[in-house]
């Protein structure tokens, strides 16, 4: 789509720095609930520089990943070889990306921010790409994010409200379902306080 395409040349600009602009530690949210995912096969959406499929490939889950960058895959990809795992590392755009029927045991969609008519499509995929019993794992901006000046979109369209990820989602069975405020620190791009939204739900049908 069009308006990818000026995503894309900022987000391959940012990633082209030697450093990784968001850590390499992976997301706390998906740290703490790692074992919500199942072992198996594992799809991280707009993964950026790698930092949360390296960390799955770690704990011996099958992990694929794309982002819309080329920088960034080859960043995860270094961080693989670093890290001594593998991960198959894709360029794609979200909003075209075959996400398969069934395919995956696991999602996991850490800050994955673009135009809600994007979003709410690519959410319906999700739920068919995923196996039935297969888990997302999501934690997002809330409009609430927008001026403190710690990350994130600087439009409110382009966050997440609870309300309407449970829209998008359904009919995934919500395990965990929450807006909050926590310390985000990962790298320079996402260090303070935030306020994000969090999701952990799973296929039953």
């Known amino acids: 789509?069009?308006?990818q395409v000026p995503a894309k040349s900022m987000w391959e600009e940012r990633y082209s720095a030697d450093h990784y602009v968001y850590g390499t530690e992976p997301?706390?949210?998906?740290?703490?609930?790692?074992?919500?995912?199942?072992?198996g096969d594992i799809l991280c959406l707009a993964e950026g520089e790698g930092r949360n499929a390296v960390f799955l490939?770690?704990?011996?889950?099958?992990?694929?990943?794309?982002?819309?960058?080329?920088?960034?895959?080859?960043k995860t990809l270094r961080l693989a070889v670093e890290r001594g795992v593998e991960?198959?590392?894709r360029v794609g755009d979200l909003s075209t990306y075959d996400l398969?029927?069934?395919?995956?045991?696991?999602?996991v969609s850490i800050f994955a921010h673009?135009?809600?008519?994007?979003?709410?499509?690519l959410?319906?995929?999700?739920?068919?790409?995923?196996?039935?019993?297969?888990?997302?794992?999501l934690e997002a901006y809330t409009p609430d994010q927008i001026g403190r000046g710690t990350g994130g979109p600087q439009s409110a369209e382009m966050t997440m409200t609870l309300s309407a990820l449970e829209q998008e989602l359904a009919?995934?069975?919500?395990?965990?379902?929450?807006?909050?405020?926590?310390i985000v620190i990962e790298g320079p791009g996402h260090t303070g306080s935030g306020a994000v939204v969090q999701v952990i739900a799973r296929k039953t049908i």
């Open 87 to 89: 991960v198959d590392a």
């Open 100 to 107: 398969g029927t069934e395919k995956w045991d696991g999602i």
């Open 57 to 74: 490939a770690g704990t011996g889950r099958r992990v694929t990943s794309v982002d819309l960058t080329e920088a960034g895959v080859k």
């Open 27 to 39: 997301n706390a949210f998906l740290r703490e609930n790692v074992a919500m995912l199942p072992m």
């Open 171 to 182: 009919p995934l069975e919500l395990l965990h379902a929450v807006e909050t405020e926590r």
């Open 1 to 3: 789509m069009t308006e």
């Open 123 to 137: 959410h319906h995929r999700v739920v068919e790409a995923l196996r039935p019993g297969g888990v997302l794992l």
């Open 114 to 121: 673009m135009a809600p008519q994007v979003r709410a499509r």
